[in-house]
Structures are given as structure tokens and as C-alpha cells.
């Protein structure tokens, strides 16, 4: 198992706790989102052909989840949480195509995407997220000096 370091996310830490609370969240939930589409694109593309509905449903949400992943992300009001995977009407299509059962071999589709992806989206993401919440703090800072 590797381990992946991500330096210089206190200094990022420290501007989002200066903006308002909507707007470091915001700025944060595109970065995340931004950041999870060519791993969307590819287990689209890796989801078995014959699954239906299933490789159109494979999104990026910051509503996905489970009812206990729900309730935790309501304890901190200032987290975002961003998921990628098949929407929830279909999570009980999704689990056995990707695990497989005892009908099909498992497909592997979501897993392939991710080690695809992982390494270029965690490699970096200090850099990257430290640009966002930098244009996010501009675009505020901005809109505070229209305000007068």
C-alpha cells in the first residue's frame, strides 16, 4: 500500500476560514467535483455495456451517500463532502456489476477508475486546491469593494 503526503493545506486551512462560510464551501465543492470527472468519465466508460441504466447514472453529487454519511455531513456544517459513483436508485444495480454475484463475474468498473485516477488526483492537490480558494478569496474580495 502507498502512502500519499499533501503538504501546505494549513495556509489554505487559514483562507477558508477567512471567507464566509458559503463561499469557502462553494469554492471547495467545484474544486471537488472539477477534480472527479475523469474518474467519472472512466468507469462510464469501463461500466459494462450490457448494465442499462447504470453508466448514465454514475454522477458526481454532494447529495450521494448513505443515510449515516447524510447525518455526519450535517454535524459540520462547514465540510463538503463530494461523491462519485452510480446515483442512489441505482446502488442496488451497481454493487453486484462491480462485485459481482452469483449470476456474473464482477466488473471492477468503479475500482478501475480509481486506480486510474488516484494517483493524479491526489498528486498536487495542495497546489490545485490552493488556486481555487485563491480565486475564490479574490472573487470575495472583489464583491466586498463593489459593496464599498
Same mark, same amino acid.
Given at each position: 500500500?502507498s #502512502?500519499t503526503?499533501i *503538504?501546505?493545506l494549513?495556509a &489554505?486551512?487559514? +483562507?477558508?476560514?477567512?471567507?464566509?462560510?458559503a463561499?469557502?464551501?462553494?469554492?471547495?465543492?467545484r474544486?471537488?467535483?472539477k477534480?472527479? *470527472?475523469?474518474?467519472?468519465?472512466t468507469? #462510464?466508460e469501463?461500466?459494462?455495456?450490457?448494465s442499462?441504466?447504470?453508466?448514465?447514472?454514475?454522477i458526481i453529487s454532494?447529495? /450521494?451517500?448513505?443515510?449515516? /454519511?447524510?447525518?455526519?455531513?450535517?454535524?459540520?456544517?462547514?465540510a +463538503? *463532502?463530494i461523491?462519485?459513483?452510480?446515483?442512489?436508485? /441505482?446502488? $442496488?444495480?451497481? +454493487?453486484?456489476q462491480e462485485?459481482?454475484? &452469483?449470476?456474473?463475474p464482477?466488473?471492477g468498473y468503479?475500482?478501475?477508475?480509481?486506480?486510474?485516477?488516484?494517483? *493524479?488526483?491526489l498528486?498536487?492537490?495542495?497546489?490545485?486546491?490552493?488556486?481555487?480558494?485563491? $480565486?475564490?478569496? #479574490?472573487?470575495?474580495?472583489r464583491k466586498?469593494a463593489r459593496?464599498?
Amino acid at each position: 500500500m502507498s #502512502k500519499t503526503r499533501i *503538504e501546505g493545506l494549513s495556509a &489554505i486551512n487559514d +483562507v477558508l476560514r477567512s471567507l464566509p462560510r458559503a463561499t469557502g464551501k462553494a469554492a471547495l465543492t467545484r474544486f471537488g467535483k472539477k477534480r472527479l *470527472e475523469p474518474m467519472r468519465d472512466t468507469a #462510464k466508460e469501463k461500466a459494462p455495456k450490457d448494465s442499462g441504466e447504470l453508466r448514465d447514472s454514475i454522477i458526481i453529487s454532494t447529495r /450521494q451517500g448513505s443515510p449515516g /454519511q447524510r447525518k455526519r455531513r450535517f454535524e459540520n456544517k462547514a465540510a +463538503v *463532502e463530494i461523491y462519485m459513483g452510480p446515483s442512489k436508485d /441505482q446502488h $442496488g444495480h451497481a +454493487v453486484p456489476q462491480e462485485f459481482g454475484s &452469483i449470476h456474473n463475474p464482477p466488473a471492477g468498473y468503479m475500482r478501475g477508475a480509481w486506480d486510474q485516477h488516484s494517483g *493524479e488526483l491526489l498528486t498536487d492537490i495542495a497546489a490545485d486546491l490552493g488556486a481555487a480558494v485563491d $480565486g475564490a478569496a #479574490k472573487r470575495h474580495a472583489r464583491k466586498m469593494a463593489r459593496r464599498g
